[in-house]
């Protein structure tokens, strides 16, 4: 069992900056993909950004080059680094964690861009 809590979220303006964290509770964190997504109202919810358990990266064209996911294993977090926020971005954010046919999912922070 897994449990994840996100962090971080808030209201920026757009152009700025914030950085979520999903901290991970379990001694089997390090064999976890990790990932964000986040879903806006009225609409589905969409992947962001992934990490597998190795540290490789991958990442939604709307937010290449803008947000970077990283994780830290012996603090049992991944993080998600948005720079050059956008109100398009408004969201709520949520990690999931996933290991073979098993998956776990956080209950989401709201992030909110203003024009």
């Known amino acids: 069992q897994v449990q994840l809590v996100e962090s971080g979220g808030g209201l920026v303006q757009a152009g700025g900056s914030l950085r979520l964290s999903c901290a991970a509770s379990g001694r089997t964190f390090s064999n976890y993909a990790m990932g964000w997504f986040r879903q806006a109202p009225g609409k589905e919810r969409e992947w962001v950004a992934g990490?597998?358990?190795?540290?490789?990266?991958n990442y939604a064209d709307s937010v290449k080059g803008r947000f970077t996911i990283s994780r830290d294993n012996a603090e049992n977090t991944v993080y998600l680094q948005m720079n050059s926020l956008k109100p398009e971005d408004t969201a709520v954010y949520y990690c999931?964690?996933?290991?073979?046919?098993?998956?776990?999912w956080g209950q989401g922070t709201q992030v909110t861009v203003s024009t």
């Open positions: 999931k964690a996933a290991l073979r046919m098993v998956e776990y």
């Open positions: 990490i597998t358990s190795g540290g490789r990266t």
